[in-house]
C-alpha cells in the first residue's frame, strides 16, 4: 500500500466560535488570518489534532472541530511537511459546509484526549 493510499480520508479544522458561525450561515470559510496569510487552510489529521490544539489553541475556549471529507476536494488538497516533518493536510480552497462530515464544539473525554465529533 502506498503512503498516499495511507493517508485519512478525514481531516480537522479547528474554529472558534465566530468562525463556526460564519461557516454556518455562509456555507463557506476561506480562512482564519493564519490560513489567508500562509495561502491555505490548515487541517489535522486526528492523531495530529491534540498537539494541533495544544499549539496553536492554548488556553482559548469556545473552539469548534469540523470534521472535512478530504475526498471532496481533490487537487485542492496537497499533504505538505510541517511541525517535525509531518505532512498536514492543506486545503488550497476556502472550507465548504457541504463537505463537513460532522462538526460539534471542541470537547475532551474524561482523560483528557480530544472527542471527535460523530454525524448524526
Do not use: N
Not at 79 to 102: C, K
Amino acid at each position: 500500500m502506498s503512503d498516499a493510499e495511507k493517508r485519512p480520508l478525514t481531516a480537522y479544522k479547528v474554529l472558534t466560535a465566530d468562525q463556526m458561525a460564519t461557516l454556518e450561515r455562509d456555507g463557506t470559510f476561506a480562512g482564519a488570518p493564519v490560513d489567508l496569510e500562509d495561502g491555505f487552510v490548515h487541517l489535522s489529521t486526528a492523531d495530529q489534532l491534540a498537539e494541533t490544539v495544544g499549539k496553536h489553541f492554548a488556553g482559548q475556549d469556545d473552539l469548534h472541530l469540523v470534521a472535512v471529507d478530504l475526498a471532496a476536494y481533490a487537487d485542492a488538497l496537497r499533504w505538505e511537511p510541517s511541525r517535525g516533518g509531518q505532512l498536514f493536510p492543506h486545503l488550497y480552497a476556502p472550507l465548504l459546509l457541504e463537505t463537513a462530515i460532522a462538526y460539534s464544539p471542541l470537547q475532551r473525554h474524561d482523560d483528557g484526549s480530544i472527542r471527535l465529533p460523530v454525524a448524526g
